[in-house]
């Protein structure tokens, strides 16, 4: 079956990096456009970046423009999500999330459009 397993999570202090993992396992890597979303106590599941199929195209969410960056590797089927100047408003827990899609330029910041999800990481940003 599918599965998607993060890794990476951890307490930091303000100011610090963080990087976050995503292995992929029982689909075709290749065939789908991945996401990283995030879901802080008593909010609703936001997202944060989201990768095509090829790694060509990617977008973050305006609140980590700058300074998250995710990215992918479809050797290892892999992918990461770079956290640098990170701030207490990031502490939340962290999805990755996978999209199918016939399109390799596909991209999406719907989580209603990702077929798949991981169990998710705790970041947590102290002042």
């Known amino acids: 079956q599918v599965q998607l397993v993060e890794s990476g999570g951890d307490m930091v202090q303000a100011g610090g990096s963080l990087r976050l993992s995503c292995a992929a396992s029982g689909l075709t890597f290749r065939d789908y456009a991945m996401g990283w979303f995030r879901q802080a106590p008593g909010k609703e599941r936001m997202f944060v970046a989201t990768?095509?199929?090829?790694?060509?195209?990617?977008r973050h969410a305006d609140s980590v423009k700058g300074r998250f960056t995710i990215s992918r590797d479809n050797a290892k089927n892999t992918i990461d999500l770079q956290m640098n100047t990170l701030k207490p408003e990031d502490t939340a827990v962290y999805y990755c999330?996978?999209?199918?899609?016939?399109?390799?330029?596909?991209?999406?910041?719907?989580?209603?459009?990702?077929?798949?999800w991981g169990q998710g990481t705790q970041v947590t940003v102290s002042s």
């Open positions: 990768i095509s199929r090829s790694g060509s195209i990617s």
């Open positions: 999330a996978a999209a199918n899609s016939l399109n390799a330029y596909y991209i999406t910041r719907m989580a209603s459009e990702y077929n798949y």
